[in-house]
């Protein structure tokens, strides 16, 4: 089953994720997350692409042009300082806020 | 930080935006071609990743500044719109021009008048200090009191003491009459102004009198006269033949505590003994408490209101007033203090202006309200003739929020550029204002009309060209932004009585416009009678060919003696002159500032608190066969009523009748001044009653005594001649210079231009309501002629039809007269309610006319119904010529 993936969270996977792979373009984060999740979340192109030049943007990751195992020509993200900094803040608010909702949620 | 960095990143990405894009086409192919190589099919692939020219925008978008982009290609589009109407525009442009360049005008100068705080520190701390003592006396102080209240006063950080004065000021050679300040010494130290150039005054220069003779400069003096030059510091000038150093100059912002004024030096209070024939003693003498010459300012101590000074300053009054007692009677013991807002300095140089100016300041928004309405109703025209437009940018998918921004983009961008227009106009309206140029004081300090555009304006018209782009486009652009979207793509007719509301609409701000014009006609209508009533007034002098020209040989080191001979000669000299039919001299020149005194006839016992002030001149012989002004009774002054000879004195009949009524004047005798000046003197003439400081004053008792027994060093040739009073200047001028080529001459006028100058306000504002009243008239003639001429365009096939099934020409005119008329009728009665109700607001500026005078109401009304019905009627006739059928094939087409 899909779902959506939760407000908030995209900057955060694909930072995540760039930690685990080290750098990796577009293509290779998405089907990252996807497998990860065992398809259960799936990022859309058109959410994606506008997030990753928004990160740009933000300075939280920079982006190179390499070639892949597949001699193909791909843009590779890479994740900065910056980049390392909001990963930890974005998850301990992350953390935080589920630890909250279980609260409400759990002892049913 | 991260905002800055973000900023450069972006504005970076936006730079290189073509290679961004390519970089993000080849991205999203690379993503495409490795999804389909792991998905079954490259179609599953696409299909599963959505559009990419939808992605591709959404993430070039991202880089971008949108709402920029957005704004400027509505500015774009709004620029090509305006190109492609030009008619409209140019109107547009030109009320807008006109309304904004107005106000900037009138905008500058009030700012500089009366809005602007001083640029001290701390403005909103000082206060004008004055002791008033009773009435008709001066609220300024002795030099004594100053002193006292200075030093003895526990509500002031502290108080500064000044008194305006013209000087001569020679500087290699050359002479010229400027402007001063005198001040006390502590006068930038307390202000809080810190010289542009050198130093202010020090605390030991402050201390003995006539000891350090030392001035700061004006900017503009020292711009103007010494290019602006650092080394003028530890300069010597000569200001009234005394030698000066200048130790500094005050910033250019600085001018000085009255506003108004513009000294173009600064000199210490100490030293103002050494500049003045004045007896030393009268000025700065421990006895002389009575005789006030200065203006106080003080600055609060923290936390001190206004109403404690005022009780801690009356406390001290009172103290020092018991230690030395008044010899006059007429003078209350002790003095009330009033303290006023201080921030703007003293005003008593604005006084006059200030009513005026506020005036004309609503009045040119009124005008720019008027041609907001204008451009509004064009607008809605236009919005009209834009309905197709619109409908097809709303159906293709616009927004109805999208389309109002666009349309307010253009409205704005016309009023930025009429703003731009309005600017270049600024200029010469303030040319126009500041050629009304007040009286020219004799030896005081005299209104500069001070109206660059700084910053300050600058702000002033972007705001308004803001404000009114928004407030003349929202109601055309909520209109053209709702269009039914049906009959318009259908290229409908628009049958008349469809779209009520907007055509409604339309008429209002018409009404409106006819409504506010007449307001401003009618006050310009009163404006121009009162002034009307002022130049009849009889003066009581005839100023025909009067030139009059002022020297002043106190200040060139004359003494008593030297100066009587010189007066003496340069009268016989000027009376050989051909040309010449009668001269005198005198310290005071009529409808000029007036010298104030107090007197009272011997055996007359006034009224306890009877104000005994009196108009006061000193005359050489034959003044009043200058003037022309009947001696009643006795004689005038001679050459025999010189100072060995008894006392003597003219009087006017106001004071004859005062003193001795129904009895001869002559022979009694007046006291004149206060004790222990007072004098007494034998009246030898009465002469009529004339106006001496305005026009407009109601005749108080008048004393003249002789210049033979009187000296003072400054005064006022007087000379009547037969022909061009401009022949005699050149003369008389060439005979000063004869007899002292370095003395400066000033004051030189015909007694027709004083006259003229000292109704100043009120031919400003005369002229400039008559100006924007015509103004007025004309947009709202534009208006009313653009919105029936819209009228009737739309309505060519209605009318087609009517004069097709045989309606005569004449009625079809009449039908859209009626229109026309409707709006006019309705404007004029709304703006005469109005104007009945706000013309009372400027009876204090009439003379001799009441603010509902009919006179001014039926000549603006008469003007705006031809004006109106003329911009009504044309429209008419258009429509009344219409060719029916090519009206009627057009709209089928």
Sequence with gaps: MKTEIPPGTLYMLVLKTLTRLGPMHGYGIALHIQQTTSDVLQVEEGTLYPALQRMLIKGWVGAEWRVTENKRRARYYVLTPAGREQLAAEVAHFERAITAVRQVIEPA | MGAVSELRRKLRGWWHRDALDAELREELRTHLEMKAADVASPKAARLAFGNPAMILEDARNEWGFPRLETLWQDLQYGARMLVRAPGFTAVALLSLAVGIGANTAMFSLVDRMLIRKLPVREPDRLVVVSASRGR?????????????????????????????????????????????????????????????????????????AGTHPVVVLGYGLWQRRFGGDASVVGKRISLNSYPFTVVGVAPAAFKGTVAGGAPDVYVPLLMFGQVVSSPIDVLFGPRNRLSGWLQLLGRLKPGVTREQAAAGMTVLGSQIARAHPSLDPALRAEPKFLIEDGSRGHANLVRDIRFPLQMLMATVGLILLIACANIASLLLVRAGARQKEMAIRLATGASRMRLVRQLLTES???????????????????????????????????????????????????????????????????????????????????????????????????????????????????????????????????????????????????????????????????????????????????????FGATMRGEGYTPEPGEDLSCDFNQIGPGYFDVMKIPVVEGREFGQSDTANMPAVAIINQTAARRFWPGLSAIGRRVIVGRPPFEQARV?????????????????????????????????????????????????????????????????????????????????????????????????????????????????????????????????????????????????????LAGALAGTRLIDGLLFGVRPNDPMAFAAATLLLALVGLLAAYLPARHASRTDPLRAIRQSIA
């Design chain 2, 136 to 208: 008709g006396v001066s609220t300024t102080s002795s030099f004594a009191d100053f002193v006292d209240y200075r030093d003895r006063n526990e509500v002031f950080d502290g108080l500064v003491a000044t008194f305006q004065r013209a000087f001569t000021l020679s500087e290699n050679g050359q002479a010229e009459r400027i402007q001063g300040l005198v001040v006390s010494g502590n006068y930038f130290s307390v202000l809080g102004v810190d010289a542009a150039l050198g130093r202010g005054f020090l605390p030991e220069e402050d201390k003995t």
């Design chain 2, 412 to 594: 704005v961008l016309l009023s930025a550029l009429g703003a731009a227009a309005g600017l270049a106009l600024a200029a010469s309206i303030s040319g126009v204002m500041t050629s009304f140029t007040p009286p020219n004081n004799n030896a005081f300090s005299s209104l500069t009309l001070d109206n660059r555009l700084d910053m300050r304006v600058l702000g002033f018209t972007f705001a308004i060209s803001m404000v009114t782009g928004l407030l003349c486009g929202l109601a055309p652009a909520l209109v053209a932004a709702r269009p039914d979207l049906v009959p318009a793509l259908r290229d409908a007719v628009a049958v008349s009585g469809q779209r009520r509301r907007h055509l409604n609409l339309r008429n209002l701000l018409v009404a409106g416009q006819v409504a506010l014009s007449v307001m401003v006609l009618v006050g310009a209508g009163l404006c121009v009678r009162s002034l009307r009533n002022l130049n009849a007034i009889d003066t009581g002098f005839d100023p025909a060919r009067v030139l009059v020209m002022s020297v002043d040989v106190g200040l060139s080191g004359y003494n008593r003696e030297r100066g009587l001979q010189f007066y003496s000669e340069l009268l016989e000299r000027t009376e050989r002159l051909p040309g010449v039919e009668a001269v005198s001299l005198a310290t005071q020149i009529a409808l000029g500032d007036g």
């Design chain 2, 683 to 831: 009246v030898v003439g009465v002469v009529k009653d004339s106006k001496y400081r305005r026009l407009t004053e109601e005749v108080r008792p008048a004393v003249f005594t002789s210049f033979f027994q009187s000296y003072r060093g400054d005064m006022t040739l007087h000379v009547r001649s037969a022909g061009d009073p401009a022949t005699a200047l050149a003369a008389v001028r060439r005979e000063i210079q004869a007899l002292d080529a370095s003395l400066p001459i000033y004051n030189t006028r015909t007694l027709e231009e004083q006259k003229t100058s000292s109704l100043y306000t009120s031919r400003l504002a005369a002229a400039l309501l008559t100006a924007f009243g015509l103004l007025a008239l004309s947009l709202a003639a534009v208006g009313l002629y653009g919105v029936m001429a819209y009228t009737v365009s739309r309505r060519r096939h209605e009318i087609g039809i009517r004069l097709a099934l045989g309606a005569q020409g004449r009625q079809v005119r009449r039908v859209v007269m009626a229109e026309g008329t409707a709006v006019v009728l309705a404007g004029l009665v709304i703006g």
